[in-house]
């Protein structure tokens, strides 16, 4: 069943040198591991002008820096497109926590 | 097992202080991350979805228990409490700091381990055979071997920069326990003309991509030779191996496009010039090395067959089913072999918790001489146990979530981390795997279901060893979301076959429904209990589960 | 501009020149492609010559025809492109060769240990890599396992 296509906005992400985590980069350019706070940018090319800077001196803090595209949703907010990135922001989907650690 | 020198301990102390200036810089920013990422995949340090991953090389598997204490301290100080073990007999942590990590390998080091070569356009580490050693079908034991091609390729200064990752298996039985036919260079053991033993030489097997089975370039090669015949075959691929794409990179291409014949023709051509060089092995290395492997200080026990026998009939039927699964006949009278589960639907297949590690440790000292081996099914291995101290073993590991009595049955899944842990895949797998354990729980159904294997990958690249699964299942993306190819009758042993994909993917939702199915079909098909998956499969191919499955689509 | 030859940092007196550019006076560095084409001249003149090697270079084609060459230099396209560690170790434990050998290219500290392991006695760093940091590359590894143009005796030859 096709649905209407929902409008793309760009955020940044990449992954903090230091723990190798998901790092999304914020409205005050601050790399953070939530996504739900990151930056939209309207359009792919503005994002990619921040990810190439960032790739060039920012790599003390963040390690790949790349463009990822996001589906708006009405509410002003966002999903992501592809499993990969959903579990990137969310974590694993299987058990973390050993069943016989307290 | 092999105890390091002072050179061997210099070598992974230096490396580990290495990598550490290298830290410092990416730290520090001297060099970015297109410069340090070749350096970290040379010590086993993957970027995934959640952290770095480090891979730690057990070489051909083998672990003493203070090496296994070492592990799970590491995963309570540096990580989340836990290790995976891999297809390629490794260790996985998923968590860890990048500042941490060269203190990790210094904690390594003290135990004789390390990460070198794990990653990386390198040759990687040398596996073989979980029952190395002990296994009645055993024509020699492959692990001098395993140990004398782990320092050979260990900093080899020639090939660490090769097209792609180099994958090298040895095996010395009947049965291919190592999946030699499935690697860029398989060595069999063999017995010679004069009934000596030597090696058959084996090269461009491998998944992926593009699955192929290994072929022969070399019946017999005369043990001193080992070393020579390798390095012209790295040679040769060093400087004739495709680097234009890297899906096309890997020896089993070079040895495809050439034919085995040409392929083997320049290798013997180079090792014409080389195998008179001090490259050749000594009598003098060769007994160093196999010293380490001597056998076991055995008690000298009655045989113990009929024993055994009887214990896999005991009315304690958890254990005389786990005697019938996982124990596994040995050369020394009154010991055995027992495979432990590393397969609990509660966890990820492969994880072990640091408590779990801890208590392994101690059980390995109790009821195997310290020692413990990882096998490529992500299992582990307790070579040396006396049969008449089964039952209290088998207690002693229930009570860890460690006495699943399924070895090589269904449940015993091979599965990759896939899409929840790694960067490189499409879809997920572990939770594939739960849905299998947590599904098929009822043991009979298992037991009469027989052995098949089931293997699954989050992605071509095939960790998981899904083309050669009796079920193989390989997750896709498709626009974003995750699906699943179903294939059938792969083998990896010295049969190997590739499996077969049966048609059209199945959503994340039907897949473990779709080889239920499978399953159901088969036990309707077969001519008999004896007959295996595997069997059934070669005898009437895919033709009535594509059936059931797809219809007449 | 300053290389590392042999351990240390000095100044390089050869230069590299281009296909179509005039040679200037002194040491030269050439393409393999334009040896091919000017070898006798290239030979004759004054001054030592060098010559670039691919990494695809078939030595057994090649290097018959490098007699009077004094420097080798071995391209590294990529520092992942590894077969010039081949080219190095033939060059120097098959073919006997005497004169420099030097890696050229992207040619990274990190990889200075294994090249010179392999017989390459000369580096030219990457532009705007540090020098003076590069040369504790080679004494990061007091042990080695393998055999190579260094010592073609592996480890096991070695020990005790």
Redesign the interface.
């Known amino acids: 069943m096709a649905t209407a296509k929902r409008p793309s906005g760009y955020l940044l992400t990449g992954?903090f040198?230091?723990?190798?985590?998901?790092a999304y980069r914020d409205p005050n350019d601050r790399w953070v591991r939530d996504a739900f706070s990151a930056a939209l940018f309207p359009t792919e090319a503005d994002a990619k002008a921040v990810a190439d800077r960032a790739r060039a001196s920012e790599?003390?803090v963040v390690?790949?820096p790349y463009v990822c595209e996001v589906a708006l949703t009405e509410a002003g907010g966002f999903e992501f497109?592809?499993?990969?990135e959903r579990?990137?922001a969310g974590?694993?989907?299987?058990?973390?926590?050993?069943?016989?650690?307290s | 097992m092999y105890q390091y020198d002072q050179y061997d301990q210099r070598a992974v102390a230096e490396r580990a202080a290495q990598f550490l200036g290298q830290v410092e810089r990416?730290?520090?920013?001297e060099i970015?991350?297109d410069e340090f990422k070749p350096l970290r995949l040379q010590n086993g340090l993957y970027?995934?979805?959640?952290?770095?991953?480090l891979r730690v090389a057990i070489p051909y598997g083998l672990l003493s228990s203070k090496q296994i204490r070492k592990f799970a301290h590491i995963a309570r100080k540096f990580d989340?409490?836990?290790g995976h073990l891999t297809t390629r007999q490794n260790l996985q942590y998923n968590w860890?700091?990048?500042?941490d990590v060269p203190e990790v390998l210094r904690e390594l080091a003290s135990v004789e381990m390390h990460a070198v070569q794990t990653s990386g356009n390198c040759i990687r580490n040398t596996t073989s055979d979980q029952f190395a050693g002990v296994a009645r079908d055993e024509i020699e034991d492959p692990r001098p071997y395993a140990e004398l091609i782990r320092q050979w390729s260990t900093f080899h200064p020639e090939f660490a920069f090769l097209p792609r990752k180099f994958k090298i298996a040895i095996a010395g039985t009947d049965s291919d326990r190592a999946a030699i036919y499935l690697h860029d260079i398989g060595v069999r053991i063999v017995r010679g003309p004069s009934g000596e033993t030597g090696f058959q030489m084996l090269v461009g097997g491998g998944m992926g991509r593009t699955p192929l089975i290994a072929k022969s370039i070399r019946e017999f090669l005369p043990k001193q030779h080992l070393l020579s015949y390798l390095e012209s075959i790295l040679r040769v691929y060093n400087m004739h191996g495709r680097r234009d794409n890297k899906f096309k990179a890997r020896i089993k291409i070079l040895v495809d496009a050439l034919g085995a014949e040409e392929f083997g023709r320049q290798v013997e051509a180079e090792w014409a010039l080389i195998k008179d060089s001090a490259l050749q092995l000594t009598d003098a290395e060769v007994q160093r090395v196999a010293k380490y492997f001597a056998p076991q200080p055995y008690a000298k026990l009655p045989e113990s067959d009929a024993k055994l026998d009887a214990l896999a009939l005991s009315s304690n039927r958890d254990f005389g089913r786990w005697v019938r699964n996982n124990v596994t006949r040995h050369r020394q009278p009154g010991y055995c072999a027992v495979t432990i589960s590393v397969k609990n639907p509660?966890?990820?297949p492969g994880?072990l918790?640091?408590?779990?590690l801890d208590a392994l440790a101690d059980l390995a000292d109790r009821y195997s001489f310290g020692e413990a081996r990882v096998t490529h099914r992500q299992n582990l291995v307790f070579a040396d146990v006396r049969v008449d101290a089964l039952e209290a073993l088998f207690k002693d590991l229930a009570a860890?979530?460690l006495g699943v009595a399924n070895s090589e049955k269904l449940t015993d899944v091979i599965c990759c981390p896939g899409?929840?842990?790694c960067d490189l895949?499409?879809?997920?797998s572990?939770?594939i795997a739960?849905e299998i354990m947590q599904r098929f729980t009822d043991v009979d159904y298992l037991e009469d279901l027989g052995d098949v294997s089931i293997k699954m990958s989050g992605c071509i690249n095939a960790c998981g060893h899904h083309h050669v699964g009796n079920i193989g299942i390989l997750g896709i993306?498709k626009q974003?979301?995750?699906f699943y190819q179903l294939m059938l009758g792969g083998s990896a042993d010295y049969d190997a076959s590739i499996g077969a994909v049966l048609g059209k993917a199945f959503p994340k939702d039907k897949i473990v429904e779709a080889v239920a199915t499978v399953l159901d079909t088969y036990l309707k098909i077969r001519d008999s209990a004896d007959e295996t998956f595997l069997m059934t499969y070669r005898r009437l191919g895919a033709e009535p589960f594509k059936k059931v499955l797809y219809g007449d689509n | 501009m300053e290389i590392i030859r042999n351990g240390e940092i000095v100044q390089d007196r050869w230069q590299h020149v281009a296909d179509d550019t005039p040679l200037p006076e002194g040491d030269v560095i050439v393409s393999l492609t334009r040896f091919g084409a000017e070898r006798d001249a290239l030979l004759a003149r004054p001054g030592k010559l060098g010559v670039r090697l691919p990494p695809d270079v078939d030595l057994v084609e090649t290097f018959p025809l490098l007699d009077g060459v004094a420097l080798l230099a071995i391209e590294f396209p990529k520092y992942t492109d590894g077969r010039g560690y081949s080219t190095a170790r033939l060059l120097r434990e098959r073919y006997d060769f005497k004169g420099e050998l030097r890696a050229v290219g992207d040619v990274l500290r990190d990889q200075l240990f294994y090249m010179r392991r392999c017989g390459i006695d000369a580096f030219e760093l990457k532009a705007g890599k540090d020098i003076k940091g590069a040369l504790e590359a080679f004494r990061e590894f007091s042990v080695t396992y393998q055999g190579a143009a260094d010592d073609p005796r592996p480890l096991f030859r070695r020990r005790g």
């Open positions: 992954n040198t230091e723990t190798g985590g998901p790599q003390r390690s790949d497109k592809s499993a990969r579990i990137r974590g694993p989907t299987t058990p973390v926590r050993r069943p016989d650690r | 990416r730290l520090s920013g970015l991350e970027m995934q979805l959640h952290g770095y991953m989340k409490g836990y860890l700091k990048l500042q509660k966890v990820p994880d918790s640091d408590t779990q860890l979530d899409l929840d842990y895949a499409n879809a997920r572990i939770p739960l993306d974003g979301e995750e």
